[in-house]
């Protein structure tokens, strides 16, 4: 069956450093997505990407946030200097024509 | 403000009960999603709906467009069940925008 990977699992970074959390969607799918999730809260929606440009964004996706998709395959998200708040658990999403499909995540710590 | 509500917060259950948790929303959409959310973290998608009834396996999602509301029901429920149900919404509005709900906690007892 046809999945999302997501990589690093886990990152530590130190305050004011920039990170890039990386997707391999699947790879007939069109939409992508970005969704963070705080220890012990809901999931909230980042950003969508369709055809190459954003095609939503939330609030929380700021001028320190940016989507990529490099190389045609993998889908990255940059967030250029890290504060303690941005540390979470972020999830890639691709979606087929139903459903969504969910990466494992990358769990994100901030010090 | 919450653009999806979903309720219970939280729910036990025994196993072999048939459960129902329910989704509210305030937003036009143009789908709502069932999610489970395990307790390592990882996301799967169970459902996507627009209109009627969805069943696989024994799960069963429903929603009513005009009242905004949808259903998720477990029939013979069992331990490894247990998870989180999260109700996400596409906004109608905006297109690519999913709002979430803060989830239904649920454990099958054996």
């Known amino acids: 069956e046809p999945e999302v990977t997501q990589t690093p699992s886990h990152q530590v970074t130190q305050m004011g450093q920039e990170v890039i959390l990386r997707c391999v969607p699947i790879?007939?799918?069109?939409?992508f997505y970005w969704y963070r999730q705080i220890l012990g809260q809901k999931v909230e929606f980042l950003v969508s990407f369709y055809n190459n440009e954003i095609s939503e964004k939330s609030e929380i996706f700021d001028d320190q946030f940016s989507v990529e998709r490099p190389d045609g395959s993998n889908f990255t998200l940059k967030i250029r200097s890290t504060k303690l708040e941005d540390s979470a658990m972020y999830f890639c999403a691709s979606t087929g024509r139903y459903e969504q499909y969910f990466g494992p995540g990358t769990r994100l710590t901030v010090t | 403000k919450n653009e999806v509500e979903q309720s219970p917060q939280n729910l036990t259950a025994q196993e072999g009960e048939f459960i129902t948790i329910n989704c509210s929303y305030s937003v036009g959409i143009s789908a709502l999603h069932w999610l489970q959310q395990h307790p390592g973290g990882g996301i799967v998608s169970l459902f996507m709906?627009?209109?009627g009834k969805k069943k696989h396996g024994r799960l069963i999602a429903t929603i009513n467009i005009q009242e905004k509301h949808s259903s998720l029901h477990i029939t013979a429920s069992h331990p490894r069940d247990s998870a989180v149900y999260i109700c996400a919404v596409r906004s109608e509005d905006t297109g690519n925008q999913f709002y979430f709900g803060t989830g239904t906690s649920l454990t099958v007892i054996p």
């Open positions: 790879s007939n799918h069109l939409y």
């Open positions: 709906l627009s209109s």
